[in-house]
């Protein structure tokens, strides 16, 4: 009988409402009580979170695993120890896998994969049309059944406003979001940044926020035709965070999530042709950036989610329009979240703690995110003072882009914990 | 991170200071050749090496480096992207490390990706000159223009100077603004709305944008063409056939400018699409004018990259 005692930490739980100092314990791999002093036997483990924030386990509802067809860059195990390294006991990653996940042989690969190899919990997101090529649906039922939790053509949005349509149509019946990557590739085609001063000055073809807003405006509206759950994939433009919060304000079963680095970074701050800030959408300008810390604050935003996407520095290391899109992030989010919301006084520490775990919890339906009796006992532990610096060097994921290296953060994950098992410390 | 030093060669105009400019231009004038003679030999880079490499075609600015080089004593070997192991498929920064381990003394650097040599120049230490990058900047012809106008007697301070054509995707019109803006002249860009992001306006103080071709040449005291680079539009921004039309320079546009207006053109011109032959070949035209300072101009900047030229 494993059974483990967190001592004395600030317990947060959003699904409670619970934020005092408390202990937890878990017992054979469930939540078994929070509460002040709570009794131990002598063969119970403990963990001093003394001057710590304990709270259900994070989930980072947007990560690419890049397994199968791309393990030189990432994999699942190795995904799945850069999310405990940051503080994630679940991540759900992308179907742009090779194959696409686009059916439940590749669902049931993944799964298979990650209870074999993955420290962390794996929720998988299925593809929206076969292929991700925006034509036909993908195996949805069928994919559900095997475990995907919701279905999404991330980097390749469906354009065709019909098809989109049946997959909402088609989900609805299955109970599962249908999350987009919200850009107009006609639009966008050929950018490789934002659309503006800094694009024009550096001679880079631009990617404007209209090719954002354009796709959230036209799903807004399908969401609406066809009743489905539909969330937004890292909202980055102004426009786009006023019509998730029109569309709440209409009763719209519609959610956002937002990235760390579109909190945290502008176009203006990019080295200039340094691929580690080249990722889509793109980083906006100080007002598109503002939009999305007040989306978070007001509550139109649901999640943080950190699009984790590794590429190895051979594919980064090329002329700035020759790179892929992406960065990593699952090991930054909590330090960059709290620099940037807490810290500053912008939203609480229960406020944040609830972005990344009733937030996506919600959205998917997942039966985590929470410290109740008898809950998976997933715990993040982490500290809003304790200073660290990033080394993405010694980073657990196998690949090595991030704009964040050298950056030095206050607060940051502390211990990781799934299904009862201490899976990292820093 | 990459460190974020300030390089050793020539990347851009945009980060030098109006002295450093001014002292390429005034060097320039010793390296220009007396009328009627071939440039001067000088021996100011004997021994020294420097490597043209040209990842888009060139003829007028690799030939122009090519003898500058030379007519500094430079020993120079140009590559060219179709002869090279580009075509092999090595990546940009292979190719650079391995021209960097036989230890030339600068690279002279054409790339038609935008940032490309500021990219290398935070991996290598061999100083980098850039030949024009993408739709970024071309350094040396902005340069060249200013020795140019210099030449013709104007001041740089309070100029009007129109620059007429694809803003957007000139590399030639952002370097030129870099530099004007820095001396005080009033810069007016104009060209099709498609091809002129409101943004440009904050590219450098004193820039204007117009898509009027009438407004952007009253009273101009220079009027820079651009070359319509069908090849860097990725779309139909402006339908071609009506381009000579709107924004062609024809003779009777000059009666607007001033009297002593001078009109340039980075070259290769395409006579009857931006300029008309007869502008081209008129009094006015400065275009052969900067083809030569384009050589006094690169000797100038090669001598100080390399470092060893008495000032």
């Known amino acids: 009988m494993a059974s483990l005692v967190i001592r004395n930490g600030r317990v947060i739980d959003p699904s409670s409402g619970r934020d005092a100092i408390a202990d937890v314990w878990i017992e ?49 195990e190795s995904g799945s120890r850069a999310a405990a390294a940051g503080g994630f006991t679940s991540i759900c990653p992308m179907p742009n896998t090779s194959p696409i996940n686009d059916r439940a042989t590749v669902t049931s690969y993944i799964v298979e994969k990650a209870r074999r190899n993955a420290i962390v919990n794996v929720y998988p997101i299925g593809a929206i049309t076969k292929d991700s090529a925006g034509e036909e649906l993908a195996a949805i039922g069928s994919m559900k059944e095997a475990g995907v939790v919701a279905i999404s053509d991330d980097g390749r949005p469906v354009m065709n406003a019909r098809v989109m349509r049946r997959a909402m149509e088609f989900a609805r019946g299955f109970g599962i979001p249908v999350i987009n ?23 880079l073809r631009g990617i404007p926020g209209a090719s954002e807003d354009v796709m959230v405006a036209r799903d807004i509206l399908l969401a609406e035709l066809t009743g489905a759950r539909y969330h937004v994939a890292h909202i980055s433009s102004r426009h786009a965070v006023e019509m998730v919060a029109f569309a709440k304000s209409r009763g719209l079963d519609v959610t956002a ?28 300008a100080r007002g598109d950036v503002n939009a999305v810390t007040e989306g978070v604050i007001t509550g139109a935003i649901d999640a943080i989610a950190t699009d984790h996407a590794p590429h190895p520095g051979s594919e980064k290391m090329q002329e700035f329009e020759k790179c892929p899109f992406g960065i990593i992030g699952l090991e930054t989010a909590i330090g960059l979240s709290l620099e940037q919301l807490v810290h500053p006084g912008k ?43 990033y080394d993405v060097n010694k980073s657990a994921s196998k690949s090595r882009n991030s704009p964040f290296d050298g950056k030095t953060f206050k607060g940051g994950p502390v211990a990781t914990i799934v299904n009862g098992r201490i899976v990292w410390q820093a | 991170m990459p460190s974020r030093e300030q390089p050793r060669g020539l990347l851009g105009i945009e980060n030098l200071t109006r002295d450093q400019i001014q002292a390429l231009l005034d060097r320039a004038r010793d390296f220009q050749p007396a009328p009627g003679q071939s440039f001067p030999r000088f021996d100011l880079l004997r021994g020294r090496m420097v490597v043209n490499l040209f990842y888009e075609a060139s003829t007028r600015t690799r030939t122009s480096f090519e003898i500058a080089e030379r007519r500094l004593g430079a020993e120079a070997v140009s590559i060219t992207a179709q002869a090279s192991s580009v075509s092999k498929g090595e990546s940009l920064v292979d190719t650079l490390n391995t021209l960097a381990a036989m230890r030339p003394d600068a690279i002279v650097m054409r790339h038609s990706a935008s940032g490309a040599p500021h990219f290398l120049q935070r991996y290598l230490d061999t100083p980098i000159v850039n030949a ?22 104007a001041k740089l301070e309070g100029l009007r100077v129109a620059i007429i054509g694809d803003i957007a995707h000139s590399r030639v019109a952002r370097s030129n603004v870099y530099l004007l803006s820095k001396f005080g002249a009033d810069i007016v860009l104009c060209g099709p709305a498609s091809l002129l992001p409101q943004e440009l306006a904050q590219l450098a103080p004193g820039v204007t944008l117009t898509t009027d071709m009438t407004e952007a040449i009253r009273d101009a005291d220079v009027i820079m063409m651009l070359r319509v680079q069908l090849e860097r539009q990725h779309e139909a921004a402006f339908p071609a056939s009506e381009y000579f039309q709107f924004y062609g320079l024809r003779l009777e546009h000059l009666r607007l400018a001033r009297p002593e207006v001078i009109v340039m053109h980075p070259g290769p011109i395409n006579r009857g699409r931006e300029i008309s032959s007869e502008v081209a070949d008129s009094q006015r035209s400065a275009i052969l004018n900067q083809v030569e300072n384009g ?6 900047v090669l001598e100080q990259v390399l470092g060893e030229g008495k000032k």
């Open chain 1, 181 to 203: 990557h919200c850009e107009d590739l006609h639009l966008s085609a050929g950018g490789d940044m934002h659309e503006g001063a800094e694009s024009v000055r550096l001679g």
């Open chain 2, 132 to 153: 024009g990058d993408g739709t970024h900047e071309h350094p040396t012809q902005a340069l060249l223009d200013a020795r140019t106008i210099l030449d013709r007697g």
């Open chain 1, 257 to 284: 999530e937002a990235t760390p680095h579109h909190l945290a970074l502008t176009d203006g701050d990019m080295t200039p042709y340094d691929s580690n800030y080249k990722m889509k959408p793109p980083l906006r």
């Open chain 1, 28 to 76: 054979d791999g469930v939540i078994r009580g929070v509460g002040a002093n709570l009794a131990a036997n002598s063969t119970t483990e403990t963990f001093d979170a003394t001057g710590m924030i304990v709270t259900p386990g994070f989930i980072d509802m947007h990560v690419h695993l890049r397994e199968p067809g791309f393990e030189y860059a990432e994999t699942i």
């Open chain 2, 295 to 300: 050589v006094s101009i690169r000797m100038a």
């Open chain 1, 347 to 389: 939203i609480t520490l229960a406020h944040m703690v609830r972005l990344f775990t009733t937030g996506p919890a919600k959205i998917l339906g997942l039966d985590r995110g929470t410290l109740a009796q008898g809950a998976p006992a997933d715990v993040t532990i982490f500290s809003t003072d304790r200073e660290w610096t």
